[in-house]
C-alpha cells in the first residue's frame, strides 16, 4: 500500500462530510483489513472520528455533537445515498407524520422547563417552516418527498430540510426577475408579497424571522446556493459553502 494512502483517505473524508468504511474502501480500492489500518491510525492522530455502532458507521472530521447534528441536516438534502435518508425516527414522508411528530415536540419542549410562551412559538415556527416544504412542492417532488424533521433539546437544536424545489424556483413563479439564490431569500425573509399561491413562503418566513429576532434565537436557512442567519438581532444574506437544492433549517434555542 503506498504511503500516501491514510492522506487520500482523509481526503475523501474531508468532501464527504462524512461516510461509510464501504464507501471509503470502494474508493480506496484495497481490502477492507487495509484501509481499517489506515482509519485507525487516523483516528489515532485525532484527524478523524467514527460515530454509530455497526453496522451503521461513519466517519467524518473532528466536531462537536452540535456540529455533527447540522452536517446530518445538510448531507440529508445533498446526500441522495445518505445512510439517513430514510431513517423513520427523522423522516416524515407526508404531512399527517410530520404534523404527527410537531405534536410530540410540543410536550417534549414543554417538559424540558422551557418557556410554555416560546415553545408554543417554536412549534409554529417548526410548523411553518416544514408545511412550507409540503406546499410548495406538492406533485413536483425531484425526487425523496417529505421532511427531514429532527429535535434535539440537549444540544437545543431544531433542524428541518426538504429535497424540494427550493425558494428561487417557488418565488420565481411570481417575481421572475429574481436574479439567484441569495436574492430569492433576502426575499422571502424581508419582503412583503401579496396575491395568490405560492408566494405564501415568502410572506411566511417573515414570521419565522420576527420569532426568532424576538426571541433571540439563532436561525440558519439554506436554499440552492443561498444562505439567511439570523442572530444576536441581525439579519445576513450570503453564499453557501454547498448547494442545497431543497431547503434547510438550523434553529437554536
Not at 133 to 142: A, E, I, K, M, T
Request: hydrophobic share 40%.
Amino acid at each position: 500500500m503506498r504511503t500516501n494512502t491514510a492522506e487520500k483517505i482523509y481526503k475523501f473524508i474531508q468532501e464527504q462530510g462524512q461516510t461509510t468504511p464501504k464507501k471509503i474502501i470502494d474508493f480506496i480500492g484495497f481490502s477492507a483489513p487495509a484501509v481499517f489500518r489506515q482509519l485507525k491510525k487516523l483516528q489515532e492522530r485525532e484527524l478523524i472520528q467514527k460515530s454509530g455502532v455497526p453496522p451503521r458507521v461513519l466517519y467524518h472530521l473532528p466536531m462537536t455533537p452540535k456540529e455533527r447534528l447540522i452536517q446530518e441536516t445538510i448531507l440529508w438534502v445533498i446526500n441522495i445515498q445518505a445512510e439517513i435518508i430514510n431513517n423513520k425516527d427523522f423522516y416524515c414522508p407526508t404531512r399527517d407524520v410530520f404534523q404527527f411528530r410537531t405534536e410530540r415536540i410540543l410536550k417534549a419542549l414543554l417538559d424540558s422547563g422551557l418557556d410554555e410562551s416560546l415553545s408554543y412559538l417554536l412549534v409554529a415556527v417548526i410548523g411553518e417552516i416544514g408545511n412550507n416544504s409540503y406546499d410548495h412542492n406538492l406533485g413536483n417532488w425531484p425526487d425523496i418527498p417529505g421532511v427531514f424533521f429532527k429535535v434535539d433539546l440537549p444540544e437545543r437544536l431544531i433542524m428541518l430540510a426538504d429535497r424540494g424545489q427550493g425558494v428561487l424556483t417557488t418565488l420565481k413563479k411570481i417575481r421572475p426577475n429574481i436574479a439567484d439564490d441569495t436574492e430569492a431569500l433576502r426575499t422571502a425573509f424581508t419582503e412583503i408579497i401579496s396575491g395568490r399561491s405560492p408566494e405564501h413562503r415568502g410572506n411566511g418566513l417573515k414570521f419565522v424571522r420576527r420569532v426568532i429576532e424576538e426571541n433571540k434565537l439563532t436561525l440558519t436557512f439554506y436554499s440552492g446556493q443561498g444562505k439567511c442567519l439570523i442572530e444576536n438581532g441581525g439579519i445576513k444574506f450570503l453564499k453557501a459553502e454547498k448547494n442545497v437544492k431543497g431547503t434547510a433549517a438550523i434553529i437554536e434555542f
